[in-house]
């Protein structure tokens, strides 16, 4: 049904809708409206879970990874320090290979201490062995929770919802929540193969030797690159349940002959169309939406840039000392391409800056160069800094 | 599209008063957006909210730069500078203040049309607190017609129950009487 909801309202009512048995998180802003929604529902006795309050968000996760070890469905959501306080439980859950759903609402990281939007937590744990899917507005955050279990449970491997924390946590727009026959259908009880049983007992995270290590790891790698089928085939089946996409791997916009593409992860992508929408005069563009980043799908980016001259891509990260993040990966994924494809690599809109429309005015402007720039962030304003804090690689735009 | 900017201060209701307005339209069918710009909350200090309002679906997730209209729930804040940043041509603010509107006639504003509402004396009257976002909604919708003040009682009823709903019905009553009606609907639809 469609309705008037804040992202995180809709958020909360999905996680209901998927019934966990067991969700426990701590309150970081801006994830906190999520938590304090599901709260709201189990006292008003609309949804039935065990909710344990925690004291950290090291506790949050251990007691989700505990609780989804003996069988149960379970829910946390965190974000920026919260994750970061979470990692090392956040490898565990995946090499355990413990299926499970987290929601980050993602936030800048400290220090310079900051409460607003960017992706650098996510990007912080990309190499935890989550899977990690980003979305660009709510109704797409909405889909893929419920897809998300699915998922999770199909391949054993947790998987990580990242949604732009204020951006899409605390806008209020038409969300379509699904009924709970629908979600019912698509989504039938977790029954953990691995969970622990008295009666069958079973030692979990144990020491392992050098001698299965690599292969552990070999085969937790190559879980991950198996589940691009999975995360294919629920949204597909998904979109034949309730008429909608969430994006799949990657989703293109624009014509399929335009030789300039951008590609990005999560909420800036329909900026990015408004605004496309709105330079007509500018050159015809391509418009990527990278919706899997763990897996990173390699075939489907090859293929929706075959066409592509220049790629830029804008990210909302960076990795200090080398430059971009995601940049790279696609750089690398490019290679050998039947036609080289130029990568441009911005980041934009760190710490909560806002992104213009007029972003994409300037990001054309990068495409003419014979040379792509060496990474910079886009928007920074130089003349804030002195002098000598300008670098001497610094981009001049 | 139009676009409304909504400065109050922490306390007032501000990002309330940009909800009620996206569900009440979201409500009559139109596409809406509706979102603060987060600063450390804290109650007394300025806060800004954003409105979107469409019949297509909106994409763009900026802040709104240009605004159609401005709703101002303290007249303090027009001493601060900006407050007016980016109001369209022919765009139009809508004030809480006691004072009559010739009071604001300034190089600034010379441009815009400014309808004052004493809306924090209203809410007194009505609700018993200096809260005056939703009779500031209510005068919004009678100067522009942009939806009905119905669909705004509705939405008031998705948030709040008992005797605060039925103040506030109240009050949104009493705040569209007051007010010229349609003043503002050239703006709306153009």
Redesign the interface.
């Known amino acids: 049904m469609r309705k008037a909801l804040e992202g995180s309202q809709a958020i909360a009512q999905t996680v209901a809708l998927c019934r966990p048995q067991v969700v426990a998180a701590y309150p970081i802003t801006p994830q906190t409206h999520i938590v304090e929604n599901i709260a709201k529902l189990v006292a008003n006795g609309k949804m039935e879970c065990e909710l344990v309050s925690v004291e950290s968000e090291f506790s949050a996760a251990s007691l989700v990874l505990g609780a989804a070890s003996a069988g149960s469905r379970t829910y946390t959501a965190s974000a920026s320090q919260g994750i970061l306080l979470m990692s090392e439980v956040l490898y565990n859950i995946a090499g355990l290979r413990i299926p499970m759903v987290m929601t980050c609402a993602n936030r800048a990281i400290s220090a310079p201490l900051s409460i607003w939007n960017d992706q650098q937590d996510s990007m912080a744990v990309r190499d935890a062995g989550w899977i990690q899917l980003y979305c660009s507005d709510n109704q797409e955050a909405v889909d893929t929770t419920i897809q998300a279990y699915r998922i999770s449970e199909a391949t054993e491997l947790p998987v990580m919802v990242c949604m732009d924390g204020f951006t899409l946590t605390h806008t209020l727009e038409p969300i379509d929540i699904p009924d709970q026959k629908m979600v019912d259908t698509y989504l039938p009880p977790f029954n953990f193969s691995r969970a622990l049983d008295p009666l069958k007992p079973t030692s979990v995270g144990t020491l392992v030797s050098p001698d299965h290590y690599s292969e552990a790891r070999h085969s937790h790698h190559h879980a991950l690159l198996d589940a691009i089928n999975e995360i294919v085939a629920a949204d597909t089946d998904w979109q034949q349940l309730s008429g909608r996409s969430a994006g799949s791997l990657l989703s293109v916009d624009g014509p399929a002959d335009a030789h300039i593409g951008i590609l990005t992860l999560g909420s800036i992508f329909g900026t990015l169309c408004a605004a496309r929408d709105t330079f007509t005069e500018l050159p015809a563009t391509k418009l990527i939406k990278l919706r899997s980043y763990r897996p990173f799908p390699v075939d489907a980016l090859r293929q929706a840039c075959s066409e592509l001259t220049d790629l830029i891509v804008l990210e909302r990260a960076l990795s200090p000392g080398f430059g971009g993040i995601v940049s790279s990966e696609v750089q690398a994924a490019l290679t050998h391409m039947a036609s080289e494809v130029r990568v441009h690599s911005f980041a934009v809109g760190l710490g909560g800056r806002d992104m213009p429309l007029e972003i994409y005015r300037k990001l054309h402007k990068q495409v003419e160069v014979a040379v792509p720039a060496p990474f910079s962030i886009i928007d920074v304003e130089l003349e804030k800094l002195s002098a000598e804090d300008h670098g001497t690689g610094a981009a001049t735009n | 599209m139009i676009e409304v900017r909504i400065h109050g201060r922490g306390g007032q209701g501000n990002?309330v008063a940009?909800?009620l307005l996206?569900?009440s339209a979201?409500?009559e069918g139109w596409?809406?957006?509706?979102?603060?710009a987060?600063g450390?909350e804290r109650r007394g200090a300025p806060v800004v909210a954003f409105v979107r309002l469409n019949h297509e679906p909106?994409?763009?997730?900026?802040?709104v730069?240009s605004p159609d209209f401005l709703i101002i729930q303290d007249d303090a804040l027009m001493n601060v500078p900006g407050i007016t940043e980016g109001l369209k041509s022919g765009g139009s603010i809508l004030l809480n203040t006691s004072k009559s509107s010739e009071a604001y006639a300034s190089e600034d504003i010379v441009h815009s049309s400014l309808v004052t509402l004493p809306a924090t004396q209203l809410a007194l009257q009505y609700l018993g607190r200096p809260v005056p976002n939703t009779a500031l909604l209510s005068a919004f919708l009678q100067l522009t017609d942009l939806l009905p003040v119905s669909s705004l009682t509705d939405?008031l009823k998705e948030r709040f129950k008992g005797e605060v709903l039925e103040k506030n019905i109240a009050l949104i009553e009493a705040a569209s009487k007051t007010i010229p009606a349609n003043l503002w609907k050239q703006t709306a639809n153009a």
């Not at chain 2, 596409?31 to 603060?36: E, G, L, M, S, V």
């Not at chain 2, 909106?58 to 802040?63: E, K, V």
């Open positions: 990002v940009a909800y996206a569900t979201i409500n596409h809406a957006q509706a979102f603060p987060f450390a909106i994409r763009r997730r900026c802040q730069a939405s």
